[in-house]
């Protein structure tokens, strides 16, 4: 087990969306699944509690806490792509698999969790500064999934 390791708080289904991220994203996969050893309140012995999963390099552990915390926006995976199959490939993935489209890059996967689909090319405009970042900006704010070509020609102006 890494040092350092994030937990994500799933009501039941932490083996199912560990193994789809695994699916989806390189260099993911499933590492191990702990099973409850005996009956305890809220499920029976043998029961998924907690996964061990990596999700692009990063270790997490996925635990099946229950119902009573939702996930919000306050927490997301976010993926640098390197082109527009890339984000398209990510973001139907996830949207498809009984997700939700949000803003700016920004969608949900059916278990709740967000995610940033974040193009390089965005976040270079950003950085750049000047006109060029407010116009890469300006046309992020009306997209859904990131077009990278309207993205580059707004940058140029």
């Given at each position: 087990m890494a040092k350092n390791t994030i937990c994500v708080w799933y009501d039941k289904d932490a083996e199912a969306a560990a193994r789809f991220y695994a699916a989806t994203f390189p260099d993911s996969t499933v590492d191990a699944v702990i099973r409850a050893p005996g009956d305890y309140p809220e499920g029976k012995q043998g029961d998924v509690l907690v996964v061990e999963f990596t999700v692009a390099g990063i270790p997490c552990i996925g635990l099946n806490g229950g119902p009573a915390i939702k996930h919000n926006e306050a927490f997301s995976?976010?993926?640098?792509?390197?082109?527009?199959?890339?984000?398209?490939?990510?973001?139907?993935?996830?949207?498809?698999?009984?997700?939700?489209?949000?803003?700016?890059?920004?969608?949900?996967?059916?278990?709740?969790?967000?995610?940033?689909?974040?193009?390089?090319?965005?976040?270079?405009?950003?950085?750049a500064g000047g006109g060029q970042a407010k116009r890469a900006f300006d046309a992020m704010m009306t997209m859904k999934k990131i077009d990278i070509a309207a993205i580059e020609a707004a940058r140029r102006g």
């Open positions: 995976f976010q993926i640098a792509t390197d082109d527009q199959e890339e984000t398209d490939r990510y973001w139907n993935a996830i949207v498809g698999n009984g997700g939700q489209e949000s803003a700016c890059g920004w969608c949900k996967d059916k278990w709740g969790v967000s995610w940033q689909i974040t193009p390089r090319v965005l976040s270079e405009a950003l950085s």
